[in-house]
């Protein structure tokens, strides 16, 4: 959806008619649930919270003003906010993503497959060692695939400081996949 049509559908929410944001609801749903599900490792956690995340959404959608980003971007920040009041109220941080469902390139073979699986949970519980923040530079950047410009638009930071977060992030996953003795550039550059 471009930016026009995603203004229309804004205004006519704002006041007040549930079609509009239902399309907001449907373009919208499937990335953040995305988000959610890497940060928390289970889809019927993730489902409740993306719930959350649009109902909250709808109940402070009057007090919604267009900052030139997107209206993902919103939600995004809403999710996070949702996310790290899940890990409050449970007391701890995530223990895993499902690294797991993003293709890691390897020969088919049985060794091979066997090696995927162990360096995807290594990955899994790697990134879960992550700052927040360098968690959602991860997944934005390399799971969901938003270039450097529109992370920093949704994660409301400059290039710069989306650049050195996921240059840390990816240092920090290097050094700790190679302590667990897997070549961390076959692995990481599955990500990209």
């Known amino acids: 959806m471009d930016r026009v049509e995603e203004k ?3 205004q006519r929410a704002q006041q007040g008619d549930a079609d509009s944001f239902a399309q907001l609801y449907r373009e919208n749903v499937q990335p ?3 988000y959610i599900y890497h940060r928390v490792n289970d889809v019927q956690l993730a489902e409740d919270i993306t719930s959350a995340v649009f109902t909250r959404a709808l109940q402070a959608l009057h007090s919604y003003t267009d900052q030139g980003k997107p209206f993902i971007a919103w939600l995004y ?3 996070h906010a949702r996310v790290v009041d899940h890990y409050r109220r449970v007391g701890r941080r ?3 993503s499902d690294v797991e469902a993003e293709p890691i390139p390897v020969a088919q073979d049985m060794d ?3 090696l995927r699986r ?3 949970a290594v990955l899994r519980e790697t990134i879960a060692q992550l700052t927040d923040d360098q968690q959602h530079v991860i997944i934005l950047r390399f799971i969901e695939g938003y270039n450097l410009e529109d992370t920093a638009a949704m994660m409301g930071k400059n290039a710069n ?3 050195a977060l996921q240059h840390r992030a990816l240092r920090s996953l290097a050094r ?3 302590q667990s003795g897997f070549d961390s550039e076959s692995i990481l550059s599955g990500l990209s």
């Open 112 to 114: 091979e497959r066997l």
């Open 161 to 163: 400081a989306i650049k």
């Open 8 to 10: 229309r559908l804004l």
């Open 118 to 120: 162990q360096a995807a």
């Open 176 to 178: 700790r996949l190679a």
């Open 77 to 79: 920040r809403i999710a």
């Open 94 to 96: 995530p223990v895993e």
């Open 32 to 34: 953040i649930f995305r």
